[in-house]
């Protein structure tokens, strides 16, 4: 039953690209098939291990942050279009990545684990 409920969903993420320090992106989570619930942004940088950024409900709220990202980022769903973004400010060289979206299945919202569906990511570069 999993296996075919996997299959109906599909995310894809867009809004990737270069941008100059201090500078702005917005990411878009976009899924096909059946409505998504809660929804997790994890990103990894080129040698380093995923890492959570956001996670936002089903319903809008709660939406959590970490703490590397609070203050500049900020998560956000519009269930109509069936879709998650996450809006990048004040993007700094360390926040280069692929960022990717996946769907929460229970647990610790902070644990890739916990998510599946992945997309294939979309690559965020932050030049100094």
């Known amino acids: 039953l999993l296996q075919g409920v996997q299959a109906q969903v599909q995310l894809v993420e867009s809004g990737g690209g270069l941008v100059q320090a201090g500078g702005s992106l917005r990411l878009s989570c976009t899924a096909s098939g059946r409505a998504v619930r809660s929804v997790g942004w994890f990103r990894q940088a080129p040698g380093k291990e995923r890492e959570f950024v956001a996670h936002?409900?089903?319903?809008?709220?709660?939406?959590y942050h970490a703490n590397s990202v609070k203050g500049r980022f900020a998560i956000s769903r519009d269930n109509a279009e069936n879709s998650v973004s996450l809006q990048m400010n004040s993007l700094k060289p360390e926040d280069t990545a692929v960022y990717s979206c996946?769907?929460?299945?229970?647990?610790?919202?902070?644990?890739?684990?916990?998510?599946w569906g992945w997309g294939k990511g979309t690559l965020v570069t932050v030049s100094s």
């Open positions: 936002i409900h089903w319903s809008g709220s709660p939406a």
């Open positions: 996946a769907i929460y299945s229970g647990g610790s919202v902070y644990d890739a684990i916990n998510y």
